[in-house]
């Protein structure tokens, strides 16, 4: 049975370094997991390795569509098997990284199609959420999909409005295209790698700190640069859901200190983090590990080792 790689964690958790560790060591080729990388432009605010580290390590399925393009899990799939068939047929190891949970959830979970949107069901669902509030679209959908109200929280705009535009656009609730088969299907043996911190602290330091570099590098002018390059763009697009591009994008028209922005950002991305970390301890047969353990790579070198001489 072929084998594959995940590399699973939270935001700033230090995922690339690892990868590129592990890179290092055996003969694995990197498959991105995230929903921000795939978007071309979009490098400082989704964390994207720079030029030089993807000469060295190079990413698949990164800068793959505009901003103003749609992307669904089902396409998602469909990318990472091909691009696992070439990496296998290369004799390599596919090595997937990132945080993107829905995406690591349809490689092992086979589910029905979720239909992608459309800019008009988007606008009706923010119009909505302006007009009546976040709070009853979260009482609505628990009228309409109770099972799905219990794992996204109140609070949680992009996966409660994903969850009714699937709604709206196939009159059926998001639950039910998960939950057609809950038994694993898949062609692969996976070694499943978390990175879980144990204090939670240490990550939040870890989040300010990288979104604070992340404006020194020139976030707000990567953000100002989409919108000359994509006139059309606008905050019904997936890409400026995105926690960070989501905070500049709407304020960009505003008078607002780069501290507050900054803070702003900094907290939604820790409600990203805790909905990653929430989601992962749902997760069968995750090997988890503290990113900020000294002794972590090596304890995840030697359980590869192990996996691949198996």
Do not use: C
């Not at 060591?25 to 432009?41: K, L, P, R």
């Not at 047929?89 to 092992?108: A, C, D, Q, R």
């Not at 709070?135 to 109200?149: A, R, V």
Request: net charge positive; proline share 5%; charged share 30%.
């Amino acid at each position: 049975m072929n084998k594959k790689i995940f590399i699973i964690g939270p935001t700033a958790s230090g995922k690339t370094e690892l990868a590129k560790t592990i890179n290092d060591h055996f003969n694995t080729e990197i498959i991105s997991v995230d929903s921000a990388q795939i978007y071309q432009g979009m490098d400082i605010g989704s964390a994207k390795p720079s030029v030089s580290e993807l000469k060295k390590y190079p990413h698949h399925l990164i800068n793959l569509i505009k901003p103003t393009e749609n992307y669904s899990v089902s396409r998602f799939k469909e990318d990472e098997s091909k691009v696992s068939k070439g990496i296998i047929k290369n004799k390599n190891i596919p090595m997937l990284v990132g945080g993107t949970m829905l995406y690591f959830n349809s490689l092992e979970y086979p589910m029905d199609d979720i239909p992608s949107s459309s800019d008009d069901i988007r606008k009706r669902v923010d119009e909505e959420v302006e007009q009546s509030g976040l709070n009853n679209l979260y009482k609505k959908l628990q009228k309409i999909d109770p099972e799905s109200s219990k794992k996204i929280m109140p609070n949680d705009k992009q996966r409660l409005t994903r969850a009714m535009e699937v709604y709206y656009l196939s009159g059926k609730p998001i639950s039910s295209f998960h939950n057609k088969n809950k038994i694993p299907q898949s062609e692969f043996n996976f070694l499943k790698i978390g990175l879980m911190p144990k204090d939670r602290n240490e990550l939040h330091k870890k989040i300010k700190l990288r979104t604070e570099k992340m404006f020194e590098k020139g976030f707000l002018n990567e953000v100002k640069a989409l919108v000359e390059k994509y006139p059309d763009l606008n905050k019904n697009h997936a890409s400026m859901r995105s926690v960070g591009y989501r905070q500049i994008f709407n304020t960009l028209n505003q008078k607002i200190k780069i501290e507050e922005l900054t803070e702003m950002i900094v907290i939604a991305t820790r409600q990203l983090a805790k909905r990653q970390l929430t989601w992962m301890r749902s997760m069968n047969g995750l090997l988890l590990y503290d990113p900020f353990d000294k002794k972590k790579d090596a304890l995840v070198i030697n359980k590869i080792k192990k996996f691949l001489e198996n």
